[in-house]
């Protein structure tokens, strides 16, 4: 059997950084609303000055999230070599996870509520043995592609 690349083939999502990203958003409108709650704690300081230094940390922390999410999403790759599925994530350790194509015994496509607003989709891959889920599914793709992943995985199966 050929190798084959499915990456590039059925690519992620670029989607799935802003799905991640966002709740980190949220937190820091949380916090500056926060900051508003309670400026009665903060005597001596100006609240000008609390609202710059927490807006200045939280813009920091957002970017620091965000070139992380950029690495992990541009490691995860997914390929066929031989039989075999494999499925390779992670920035500094790389964690590869490889499943015989004949034991797969279903794919699903889940999707949450933040998923189905940013058009994305998970592929679960369900196989018999003690490798757990969370390994064995992508998440990322747009729907179109995880239905063409699945039929593709199917047919080699």
Do not use: C
């Not at 937190?27 to 005597?43: D, K, M």
């Amino acid at each position: 059997m050929t190798d084959t690349n499915l990456t590039k083939q059925y690519p992620l999502s670029a989607r799935w950084v802003l799905l991640k990203i966002l709740p980190w958003f949220l937190l820091l409108f949380a916090s500056l609303y926060a900051v508003y709650g309670f400026q009665s704690s903060f005597e001596g300081m100006s609240l000008d000055a609390i609202y710059i230094k927490v807006f200045y940390i939280g813009i920091i922390l957002i970017i620091l999230r965000l070139l992380y999410l950029i690495l992990f999403f541009s490691t995860i790759t997914y390929a066929i070599k031989g039989d075999e599925l494999y499925i390779v994530r992670g920035i500094l350790f790389k964690k590869p996870v490889g499943v015989p194509i004949t034991k797969i015994n279903a794919i699903h496509i889940q999707r949450s509520v933040p998923e189905i607003l940013f058009r994305l989709a998970t592929l679960v891959i369900v196989v018999p043995g003690d490798i757990p889920t969370s390994l064995l599914s992508i998440s990322g793709f747009s729907r179109a592609n995880a239905e063409k992943l699945k039929a593709f995985i199917f047919t080699k199966n």
